[in-house]
């Protein structure tokens, strides 16, 4: 079976032939596999929303070649069945929305595909219950609703479709704190349950670095980076040098290695911090033990 | 797909052209519009096209951005050709199918076409060179006499100058709604001309929806910034008229009369 | 000199948005407020400089009521505000040209606005910036173009509302400094935000939650009260989360550490 989406030595230029072309992609070689967790991380103008256009045709590279689940999209004619594979939700998807009526923004993208109206209503409300956005009268307008809501009902229009992949960018951006952790819950289950693959761009490592199984650092537009959120972690100082967010505790950890401490810095959670902290300290309170039973 | 625009479109640069008065520049494009309009022969255009390339050289402008400003203008400006090549009545030099070139249609299609470059050309470096905000202060200044009779010119600058700021960020609002509408499957570019209109409304609420949102969030800003109108307002640019801008004015007068005479 | 709010209350049409609002902000304090979403944030930011009037209650600024219309222009000079979206609230093409749009309204005369908006534009770290079209430039240095138009402006107070929420890590990182180099200086900030990272460096902070104050107090007391923090729907900081937790298994500390730094301080002593 081939890769979901692959892309072999990727170049994109935008505005060729003009005074202002330049290169935003310069040969990226990428395969994402089904099922897959990933969250594609790099600072403004790395060149992360160029790229994920290219998932879903469109954009098309200027040089190499896109391959969605078999399919170039350089050559395809049909492209629509592929942006049906690849659900892409833009940043701050709430401003575009445009229906009366709830049920009829969820069922735009249905429609464009041709289902049947019964087949509407039922993914419709199917598509609901999973973003925990059932309580809200489908007949009710979107415009009405609070932001966080508005961005739901935004992200809920393209998941209806049941794509292969989501892809997000920025999808947190804006939210408090309770909605940004809702949020990447449910799309956390969504690929656990569902086995949904999920693509998230950010620019924050801290918060997506718990879900992700998979960290793509893009940087002036080349992969710079490609692994485990373990593996990322331990360039951290790359990381901070082009400015990302690093989780506080990561930078906590690094600081105190530079600082003579032998312990690693490429943890995850607050618990394994404690734990390697609890360790260290255990291990130098030897040491002095050592020290003072020797001098003694 | 996406929109480009460069008409309305500011490069500050550090030229001769840039430092001069925008209120001379004002007043030395709408001289040179008149002559283009009045100009009936090529020799004349062609002297106008010598002083443009002279005054684009000048301003440093790299020429690819007059070229971009006349891009999207092309399809209206062969258009214009055609009607007039194969409308005008004359000698016949070709025919094809029904359609009959003459020698005179000729003449006028190219006039018509030199006419429409000549002009674009003369109005995108107006505005390369001019920040919008100087555009508008020398339209503020010149139609300030006709204050006395109650003409809102203040306001009507003012507004030109939002609607300038804005462009940029309309047409990348646009273009990012289109592509997310297009992600879920949205056909914008077949159909009859109805279905099109009606493919239309999934780009075009939400564009009036975020603009007047924006709109709102603009007037509170200026609020905030004690904005109440253009009674008691200060400028910080003051504008005053060198030999420089005098020289020019001449100069232009002096081009377009003799591109008519000659 | 100070921006004084006592026993503040707002409606909106009949709804209460704020209810019984008490705190001051003194000239080069950093006062934080923090809350999630639909907390009455945004509307207690507008009641600061009298874009909304108390419906019950005062707001005074440096001695003046900001319900006194015939003084809202000098309310309005004396505290700043900064909004959310960079975008939406730069009014000219070029940054000189917008930063210079507040001083214009004062009808300052041209050559003390150019010094005003020379002295904004370093303020902020853009003054090479200056001729550039607001358009090409990144999130972070059009909202510090923002604050140079407040700033020229000579305000006392600043009011940012949620200034970074829109921004990435690097342009978090340059409005905030900016900030804080401000407070130096002798700016009265008031901060509003859900990211209480950003609030280490406050004098004082206070959670807002369903339009009333849910608590107040120095930063380190709020920042290290994880249950309250969790009631209202933030997230405790990393760092004062870690150290709580190695304070349970027996790591001493004199005062628990908020930022990066005092935790390794406290750590390597």
């Keep these: 079976m081939p890769s979901l989406i692959e892309l072999r030595d990727v170049w994109y230029q935008y505005n060729p032939n003009s005074p202002l072309s330049y290169w935003a992609l310069k040969g990226i070689n990428l395969k994402i596999e089904r099922g897959e967790f990933i969250s594609i991380i790099g600072p403004t103008g790395s060149g992360k929303s160029t790229l994920i256009q290219h998932f879903n045709g469109l954009l098309k590279p200027t040089k190499g070649e896109v391959i969605v689940d078999g399919i170039e999209i350089s050559k395809t004619k049909d492209l629509k069945s592929i942006r049906k594979k690849v659900g892409m939700v833009f940043q ?31 993914k419709v409300e199917e598509v609901t219950k999973k973003l925990g956005i059932d309580y809200i009268p489908l007949d009710k307008s979107p415009f009405l609703l609070s932001g966080g809501e508005m961005r739901r009902i935004a992200i809920a229009s393209i998941l209806a479709m049941e794509p292969e992949v989501f892809v997000l960018d920025e999808p947190l951006a804006n939210l408090d704190p309770k909605g940004r952790k809702e949020l990447l819950k449910e799309i956390d289950y969504l690929n656990r349950k569902e086995s949904l693959t999920v693509i998230i761009v950010s620019h924050d490592l801290s918060e997506v ?67 390697t902290i609890v360790k260290w300290r255990k291990s130098l309170g030897n040491r ?3 020290r003072t039973i020797s001098t003694s | 797909m996406a929109i480009e625009i460069s008409f309305g479109q500011y490069l500050p640069l550090n030229s001769s052209i840039h430092r001069l008065d925008p209120r001379i520049k004002l007043i030395a494009t709408f001289i040179s519009i008149i002559f283009i309009f009045i100009i009936k022969d090529f020799l004349g255009y062609a002297l106008l096209a010598c002083f443009l390339l002279g005054l684009i050289i000048l301003s440093k402008v790299p020429p690819l951005y007059i070229f971009r400003g006349l891009r999207p203008l092309l399809f209206f400006i062969l258009l214009t050709f055609f009607l007039h090549l194969f409308t005008t009545q004359g000698t016949v030099i070709f025919q094809w199918w029904f359609l009959k070139g003459t020698m005179e249609g000729l003449r006028n299609g190219l006039l018509m076409v030199s006419r429409f470059m000549l002009l674009i ?39 030109m100058s939002i609607a300038l700021r804005f462009i940029p960020v309309l047409v990348e609002e646009t273009n990012r709604i289109i592509k997310a509408q297009v992600a879920r499957g949205a056909d914008i570019e077949s159909g009859g001309i109805l279905n099109r209109a009606k493919n239309l409304i999934p780009i075009l609420v939400p564009l009036f929806i975020n603009t007047f949102k924006r709109a709102d969030d603009l007037a509170l800003a200026m609020e905030v910034r004690c904005y109440r109108g253009g009674e008691g307002r200060t400028k910080m640019k003051e504008y005053t008229l060198s030999h420089r801008d005098y020289l020019f004015l001449f100069i232009s007068i002096i081009v377009g009369i003799l591109s008519v005479l000659i | 000199m100070s921006i004084e709010v006592k026993n503040l209350s707002f409606s909106y049409e009949g709804n209460p948005v704020l209810e019984n609002i008490t705190f001051c902000v003194n000239s080069g304090e950093f006062l934080g407020i923090a809350g999630p979403n639909g907390s009455g944030k945004s509307t207690l930011a507008k009641c600061l400089n009298g874009i909304f009037s108390p419906t019950k209650g005062e707001v005074i600024v440096d001695g003046i009521s900001v319900a006194d219309k015939s003084k809202q222009w000098i309310v309005r000079q004396t505290v700043g505000l900064v909004f959310q979206n ?35 534009l370093e303020r902020v770290g853009l003054i090479n910036e200056r001729k550039r079209l607001v358009s090409t430039l990144s999130g972070g240095q059009k909202q510090r173009v923002a604050i140079a138009g407040i700033l020229a402006m ?35 900030i008031v901060y509003i935000t859900h990211h209480l990272e950003e609030l280490v460096y406050a004098d004082k902070i206070v959670l807002l939650y369903g339009g009333k104050i849910f608590k107040e107090g120095t930063a380190r007391d709020i920042l290290t009260d994880e249950d309250t923090l969790k009631r209202i729907g933030l997230d405790i900081p990393e760092i004062p989360a870690l150290a709580l937790k190695l304070k349970k298994l027996d790591i001493k500390f004199n005062k628990i550490p908020l930022t990066v730094e005092e935790m390794v301080n406290a750590l390597l002593d």
């Design chain 3, 154 to 188: 000579k305000p006392r107070y600043i009011v940012l509302d949620e200034p970074t929420s829109m921004l990435d890590p690097i342009g978090r990182k340059e409005v905030l400094s900016t900030v804080l180099q401000l407070k130096e200086e002798g700016v009265g």
């Design chain 2, 121 to 159: 050309s003369f109005s995108t470096l107006l505005t390369l060179t001019c920040s919008p905000l100087e555009l508008t202060d020398a339209l503020e200044s010149l139609l300030s006499p006709l204050k006395r009779i109650g003409f809102p010119s203040h306001e009507i600058a003012m507004m």
């Design chain 1, 288 to 290: 002095d033990k050592l």
């Design chain 1, 92 to 122: 701050y998807p709430e401003t575009q929305i445009f229906s009366e009526t709830i049920y009829d923004e969820l069922a735009f993208g249905l429609r464009n595909y041709g289902y049947s109206e019964d087949e509407i209503r039922e």
């Design chain 3, 86 to 120: 960079p975008d939406n609230q730069l009014v000219a093409s070029v940054v000189e040209e917008d930063v210079a749009f507040g001083p214009e309204n004062l009808g300052i005369p041209p050559s003390i606005i150019r010094e005003r908006v020379q002295y904004a």
């Design chain 1, 209 to 275: 670095s718990r879900y992700a199984d998979r960290i793509i650092v893009l940087f002036d537009g080349t992969i710079i980076m490609d692994g485990s959120p373990r593996e990322i972690f331990k360039n951290v100082e790359k990381l901070l040098e082009i400015s990302l967010g690093v989780p506080q505790i990561v930078e906590l950890l690094y600081t105190l290695h530079k600082k003579g401490a032998d312990i690693p810095y490429n943890i995850l959670n607050i618990d394994e911090a404690v734990k």
